[in-house]
């Protein structure tokens, strides 16, 4: 645990003594916040369309409608996206900037073991993302002060993003360790995770065992049911399983490179 821990702090040190953070951190508050804004217009702008309309029945329907759904869904979809795009970026240079520089052999000769190497340098990167998950609790906070909103489906979604996020963590480390070059890095993960985000789509052409199948596999069949507010085991363990391989195969990479060395 004192080795992860130091290799936790060297890493988050990086982060924040380098411009890569501040960008990501910034670019993921710009998108998200962009998205919020134009999801508070567009609830405002329906919601003036119903009242100047006078219909009796437009004027229920306004009383029901709920500013979670309205609002927060749409954010917490984009901001999965935004999340799909940056996290690569977040986490390409963990081990090909130590493949590039040759540190990697003073790392994996060191006696650390290649756990703790894999767990600091996992929680780093998640540190980074959680930090900049938090940072945007003031959207809903804004929206606590001016409307209604339900607490469950709030923090499902945030535990549904920060899921989404640690699997998209594991994946970046584990691409990490297959080139020296950051960018190669960066479009390994993008693609990897890219073809976990689509495959689902797959699953309305296909039938049987096979649709199920690709349903299962998908990364946003799971997170749907964070984003209505719902907590199901299933898809706890699906993050947690996703996040374990992705660190798994990371290990796995570090061994085989030992051996190269």
Do not use: C
């Amino acid at each position: 645990m004192r080795n992860t821990w130091s290799i936790f702090k060297k890493e988050m040190s990086l982060f924040f003594t380098s411009p890569i953070a501040y960008m990501i951190i910034a670019v993921y508050l710009i998108l998200t916040g962009y998205f919020f804004y134009m999801g508070i217009v567009s609830f405002a702008n329906y919601v003036n369309y119903m009242k100047m309309s006078g219909n009796p029945q437009a004027m229920e329907q306004l009383s029901k409608i709920n500013i979670s759904d309205a609002v927060l869904r749409p954010l917490v979809y984009n901001a999965s996206v935004v999340i799909l795009l940056i996290m690569p970026l977040l986490t390409m240079r963990l081990y090909s900037e130590e493949f590039k520089t040759g540190t990697i052999e003073l790392l994996l000769t060191s006696p650390v073991s290649h756990i703790s190497i894999v767990l600091g340098k996992f929680f780093a990167s998640v540190g980074v993302f959680a930090l900049m998950l938090a940072l945007t609790f003031t959207y809903p906070a804004v929206l606590y002060i001016y409307g209604n909103v339900e607490t469950g489906p709030l923090f499902t979604s945030y535990l549904g993003l920060f899921l989404i996020g640690m699997a998209f963590a594991a994946v970046g480390n584990f691409t990490s360790t297959l080139s020296k070059n950051q960018v190669v890095s960066a479009v390994l993960g993008f693609g990897v995770l890219l073809l976990f985000w689509v495959i689902g789509w797959a699953s309305y052409n296909a039938e049987g065992v096979l649709s199920e199948f690709l349903k299962a596999v998908s990364i946003m069949e799971h997170f749907e049911t964070f984003a209505k507010g719902i907590i199901d085991s299933k898809d706890l363990m699906y993050y947690l399983s996703f996040t374990f391989i992705g660190l798994f195969l990371t290990s796995l990479s570090l061994e085989s490179t030992k051996w190269r060395l």
